[in-house]
């Protein structure tokens, strides 16, 4: 009863965000998309979507959680919510055949959840255990699907059709909906991680303002850079097949 009433409570919030996209969408209409991205308009619509939430919703909230959090604190937060990455890391990395890999990961999510109190401490680190990060986007692109078009996501932000379906895979195994579940605990979680996370990104804002003359197409570039070096792990072919 509690789930289905939790589900009930975000049908206004999602249908507002709707809304305002297909208002957004309005604005692109008739814009030539670019080749490479063929949905430009869409897109764009959900950048200026996600640009209005976090000026008026999740920077503001991110800006009070570093006024009241110490550096101590949101360092500990980050590196709490890093932990619960783990078993996502894990199964990822046994996906893409990096056996020593997840055996890594393993050992460092049984270092820090005992000795570093639950993951606040980074205990495994100062081991030597590198860190890794691995999604199902990234097991996909090992197998050999490709990209796809760019997507951007309400909320969530730069994404590919093949990174997007796998957010889906990711979100629903993820450690906080099997273990914590769908209430108001697994909820809280997850907009803590979002606000951790928000607050993390505005250090290099400005960089990003004072650099890029189109904000969408420097993260454009940047997220589809990026994915294909984690998907290679740092050696990505010099051409890649085009979308």
């Not at 030597?128 to 692109?141: R, S, V």
């Not at 004072?210 to 990026?226: K, M, N, T």
Request: net charge negative; charged share 20%.
């Amino acid at each position: 009863m509690k789930r289905h009433a939790m589900t009930r409570n975000w049908i206004a919030p999602l249908a507002l965000i709707i809304l305002l996209g297909a208002n957004g969408c309005a604005s692109w209409v008739g814009m030539e998309p670019e080749p490479g991205d063929p949905l430009e308009p869409f897109n764009r619509s959900m950048f200026d979507l996600n640009n209005h939430l976090e000026t008026y919703v999740s920077k503001p909230l991110a800006r009070a959680y570093v006024k009241v959090a110490p550096e101590p604190i949101d360092r500990g937060i980050t590196n709490f919510f890093s932990n619960l990455d783990e078993p996502t890391n894990i199964v990822n990395n046994l996906l893409q055949l990096k056996v020593k890999a997840a055996f890594s990961d393993l050992g460092r999510m049984a270092i820090n959840t005992t000795l570093g109190f639950f993951g606040f401490m980074d205990v495994a680190s100062s081991w030597g255990l590198e860190k890794h990060n691995e999604d199902f986007g990234q097991t996909l692109g090992y197998w050999g699907v490709s990209t796809g078009p760019y997507l951007v996501l309400p909320v969530i932000g730069p994404s590919s059709v093949r990174d997007g379906g796998g957010f889906v895979v990711d979100w629903v195994t993820h450690f906080i909906n099997r273990r914590v579940g769908d209430n108001r605990y697994g909820w809280t979680l997850w907009g803590l991680r979002y606000i951790d996370e928000t607050a993390g990104l505005m250090r290099n804002e400005s960089v990003v303002r004072s650099a890029a003359l189109d904000p969408y197409i420097f993260y454009r570039e940047s997220y589809l850079q990026r994915r294909k070096y984690l998907v290679y792990d740092g050696n990505p072919p010099l051409e890649e097949e085009g979308f």
